[in-house]
C-alpha cells in the first residue's frame, strides 16, 4: 500500500506562508488522488482540498483564497502552500491518498505534521 | 456545505460489547460516507469506504450501513486496541466534510 510522510516546518510566524511537501513511496504520485487535511489540536478534522496529476485542484472553499497544491512527478511528491497564516491554522497537518471511484474516502494517511503559528 | 452529525459524541462501553454510533448528513449523499479511527497521537485510520464497504485489512468486527442521509457504524466483540475516536466524512460534495466525532472509552 502506498505510504506518505509530510514534512516542513514546525513553526510559522502570523502573516507568513506554510510549505509543507508529502513524499509519496510504495506507488505511483500519477495514480492516486491526494488530498489535505487538518485537524487543530484536540479538535474536529477539516479537509483542505485534493489534486491528481491531470485534474485541476479542489481546495475547501473556507481556504480557497489562501491554499495552493502541486504535484511534482519527478520527485513523486505533492505539496501544500498556505498563505496569510494565523493562529486559528495552527494545526496537525496530514496528507492522505485515495483511489479508484471511492477516492474521496483517502485508504492511506501520512503520521501528520504539527504546525505552530506564533510569533 | 454538507453537515455531518454524529451521535452519540461520547459512547461508554466495555470489553466485549456491541456498539452502534450513528452519522447523519444533511442533505443526501447517496453512499458517499466513509469511517476513519483515530487514536490519541496517531494519524486517522481509514476502515470503511462506500459506507458499507472495508479498507484493505480492516477486521470484519467492522461494518458500515445505511444511504442518503443516515448511516451507522457498528463494531461488534470490543476489544481494547477499539477505544479510539471514530469519524464519518462524506465525499459527495465540495467540501468534503467530517463529523464531530465519537469518542469510544471503557465503561
Known amino acids: 500500500q502506498v505510504r506518505l510522510q509530510e514534512s516542513g516546518p514546525g513553526l510559522v510566524k502570523p502573516s507568513e506562508t506554510l510549505s509543507l511537501t508529502c513524499t509519496v513511496s510504495?506507488?505511483?504520485?500519477?495514480?492516486?488522488?491526494w488530498s489535505w487535511i487538518r485537524q487543530p489540536p484536540g479538535k474536529g478534522v477539516e479537509w483542505i482540498g485534493y489534486?491528481?496529476?491531470?485534474?485541476?485542484?479542489k481546495y475547501n472553499p473556507s481556504l480557497k483564497s489562501r491554499v495552493t497544491m502541486s504535484v511534482d512527478t519527478s520527485r513523486n511528491q505533492f505539496s501544500l502552500t498556505l498563505t496569510s497564516l494565523t493562529g486559528a491554522d495552527t494545526a496537525v497537518y496530514y496528507c492522505?491518498?485515495?483511489?479508484?471511484?471511492?477516492?474521496?474516502?483517502?485508504?492511506?494517511w501520512g503520521q501528520g505534521t504539527l504546525v505552530t503559528v506564533s510569533s | 456545505d454538507i453537515q455531518m452529525t454524529q451521535s452519540p459524541s461520547l459512547l461508554s462501553a466495555s470489553i466485549g460489547d456491541r456498539v452502534t454510533i450513528t452519522c447523519r448528513a444533511s442533505?443526501?449523499?447517496?453512499?458517499?460516507l466513509a469511517w476513519v479511527q483515530q487514536k490519541p497521537g496517531k494519524a486517522p485510520k481509514s476502515l470503511i469506504y462506500?459506507?458499507?464497504r472495508l479498507q484493505s485489512g480492516v477486521p470484519s468486527k467492522f461494518s458500515g450501513s445505511g444511504s442518503g442521509t443516515d448511516f451507522t457504524l457498528t463494531i461488534t466483540y470490543l476489544q481494547p486496541e477499539d477505544f479510539a475516536t471514530y469519524y464519518c466524512?462524506?465525499?459527495?460534495?465540495?467540501?468534503?466534510?467530517f463529523g464531530q466525532g465519537t469518542k469510544l472509552e471503557i465503561k
Open positions: 492522505a491518498a485515495g483511489w479508484g471511484s471511492h477516492w474521496g474516502a483517502p485508504g492511506s
Open positions: 510504495g506507488g505511483s504520485i500519477s495514480t492516486y488522488y
Open positions: 489534486i491528481h496529476y491531470s485534474e485541476t485542484p
Open positions: 442533505q443526501g449523499i447517496s453512499t458517499y
Open positions: 462506500g459506507a458499507s
Open positions: 466524512q462524506q465525499y459527495d460534495s465540495y467540501p468534503h466534510t
